[in-house]
């Protein structure tokens, strides 16, 4: 008790540290009774502070502490002497990675200073020191994806399977969570974001390794603008052994993308049944988020849907190149096919990409324009309006109305012993809901089992159909 906001919890020598608004602080059993006697301060010098502070704290492999404010990343030494910036600040951070020799990945929530969409930056490191991407950023993050990032961690786990060697991060605001794959073009470092199965409980914040097993647990809450259906969770992701191939590696070319699978792959679908769009999102200094738009053209709302002109395996079948004539650098890239495993089970792929620079082009494709941009221009603007009503006024001018001519949905009249799933259905989730939560999506709503899981009669306020 008596601790000042204690937002960030590590445990360094065998000793839990806390950090709080102002110090971090080191807790030490002095008796042994298994209890707390005794707070030490570490730091010998005032830490940032800032409305948004402190959401994690983390150790790099020397011993180094890590934590994150709005104005920035910033790195402390295991002695508490001697405090250094790494990172540029972000709205409203929330979760920290760190990998062994201190790179870092931040996140910065969607909304103004200049975040169309929440993203994933990194740390000032060597590997980055030549990156052309704006404010040292990793991934764009698709909104339907994840709209507000929980932490993230490195792993370096044989015990964890395919993914072992990959980054994974977890979704507060989804409730979900994904492997992200890191690769460098040309010195400037670019991601992909794979989604995985299964969701929390509750929106996820923090996620940690387990060393005696090398399994992730995740811990969650509700708060903010998420899909919780409980107050708080904590959740095993196990690694069950299976051999279903995992994407795993990646690099992008002027002319197509080459993906790398943890187990060899059986027939693959022709071209025309791959799926294959980009869209971009506008980074403005004074509006809420952004429409998805255009990677060509920034003042058309939608994707780009891209042709995928050829694919062609290695010869240990872990490998597949993708020709797509026309691939643009752009802040988000989906590709999604239905794969099989070399037995013949199936194998979806669905993944992201964030391309910031695109190098020359592979051999195993058609050259593509000499004109052709390579590298990701962010679009801007001062001010980009308000995203909800750019997109009433687009889709009612698509549908020749005028916006202030809207019709109004009828108020329905309706005693709470009177609403069964029918009336829910035909009322709120055929209107409004289905579109986004049909078959197959996350969240789906389509029957009364699905509907009742976000339902708590006992507590309706905390009813994500409430």
């Known amino acids: 008790a008596g601790l000042d906001m204690p937002m960030g919890l590590a445990v360094a020598g065998g000793a839990p540290h806390v950090l709080t608004r102002h110090h971090l602080l080191r ?21 940032p502070t800032n409305v948004e502070h402190g959401r994690d704290l983390r150790l790099d492999g020397t011993g180094r502490f890590y934590f994150q404010t709005a104005k920035g990343i910033h790195r402390l030494s295991a002695d508490g002497t001697a405090l250094e910036s790494i990172g540029g600040g972000a709205r409203n951070p929330f979760g920290l990675g760190v990998r062994a020799d201190g790179l870092t990945l931040s996140d ?32 764009y993050l698709p909104r339907g994806v994840d709209n507000s990032p929980g932490s993230r961690v490195f792993l370096n786990e044989k015990r964890f399977g395919p ?31 794979v989604p995985q199965r299964g969701w929390f409980s509750s929106g996820a914040c923090r996620v940690a390794v387990q060393p005696a097993d090398g399994q992730l647990w995740v811990v969650g809450l509700d708060g903010w603008g998420d899909y919780a259906v409980a107050e708080g969770s904590l959740h095993r992701i196990r690694y069950t052994g299976r051999t279903t191939p995992q994407l795993v590696g990646w690099k992008a070319w002027r002319n197509g993308i080459t993906l790398e699978f943890s187990a060899p792959l059986g027939e693959l679908p022709p071209p025309a049944e791959w ?24 003042e058309v709302f939608g994707h780009d849907r891209l042709a995928v002109s050829a694919v062609t395996v290695a010869e240990d079948r872990r490998s597949l190149h993708l020709a797509l004539p026309g691939l643009h650098p752009a802040m988000c890239t989906q590709i999604n096919a239905r794969l099989a495993a070399d037995d013949g089970s199936a194998a979806m792929l669905d993944a992201y990409f964030t391309l910031q620079h695109l190098p020359l082009d592979a051999e195993w494709a058609a050259p593509a324009p000499p004109d052709r941009p390579r590298r990701l221009v962010v679009p801007e603007r001062k001010g980009a309006g308000d995203t909800n009503q750019r997109l009433i006024e687009y889709f009612d001018h698509r549908a020749g109305r005028k916006s202030a001519q809207r019709p109004l949905t009828p108020a329905v009249s309706i005693q709470p012993d009177e609403i069964t799933y029918g009336w829910i259905r035909e009322h709120l989730l055929v209107p409004h809901c289905l579109q986004c939560h049909g078959p197959g999506m996350p969240h789906e709503l389509t029957n009364y089992q699905a509907v009742r899981a976000k339902l708590r009669p006992e507590d309706p306020e905390k009813s994500t159909l409430h």
């Open 163 to 193: 993914l072992g060697q990959s980054i994974v991060g977890v979704s507060f605001g989804n409730g979900g969570w994904y492997s992200i794959l890191r690769e460098s073009a040309d010195g400037t470092p670019q991601a992909a974001i």
């Open 27 to 47: 807790l030490d059993d002095v008796d042994g009774n298994g209890e707390a006697d005794a707070v030490r301060r570490i730091n010998r010098m005032p830490l």
């Open 108 to 139: 910065s929530s969607e909304g103004n200073r200049e975040n169309g969409t929440c993203t994933i930056y990194e740390s000032d490191h060597p590997e980055n020191a030549r990156s052309v991407a704006k404010r040292k950023r990793l991934l």
């Open 275 to 298: 799926f294959v769009q980009q869209w971009n999102y506008v980074d403005s200094a004074t509006s809420y988020g952004s429409p998805e738009v255009s990677a060509r053209n920034a």
